[in-house]
């Protein structure tokens, strides 16, 4: 169960990293009423900085993508936990669909400003 709700956090982070990596995706997005400077990607690398002592810019795209890697992660050590072999061919395949049916959501309904805005 944790794996599926993982699954589906990673194709909502996909679908916001989508949004908001270029601008005509993220100027038909619900993001588009925020600061361009730190959720723009294409603008977000002109003003925000990096840490010191990394490569690491915390805009919104690389925080999406940090938490998109986390939630891979905990996804592939609670199925390396939770299932055995067998079930793991059967629960990848399921898993997959859950990502392609969470970024799906995520990025044509939910991250979609209407175009009545």
């Known amino acids: 169960m944790v794996t599926i709700i993982l699954s589906l ?6 679908g916001c990293m989508d949004r908001t990596n270029e601008k005509v995706a993220f100027n ?9 400077r730190w959720w723009l990607r294409e603008e977000s690398w002109k003003h925000v900085k990096f840490i010191p002592f990394t490569k690491y810019r915390p805009d919104a795209w690389h925080l999406f993508q940090s938490m998109m890697y986390v939630c891979i992660g905990l996804c592939a050590a609670f199925c390396a936990i939770e299932w055995t072999n067998l079930h793991f061919l059967i629960s990848s395949t399921g898993i997959a669909s ?9 990025y044509d309904y939910i991250l979609k400003r209407n175009a009545t805005n």
């Not at 956090?9 to 996909?14: A, D, K, R, V, Y």
């Not at 997005?29 to 361009?36: A, P, R, V």
């Not at 859950?98 to 995520?106: E, F, N, P, Q, R």
């Open 98 to 106: 859950v990502v392609t049916i969470g970024k799906v959501l995520s």
């Open 9 to 14: 956090f990673i194709g909502i982070l996909s």
């Open 28 to 36: 038909n997005s619900i993001f588009s009423h925020m600061n361009k």
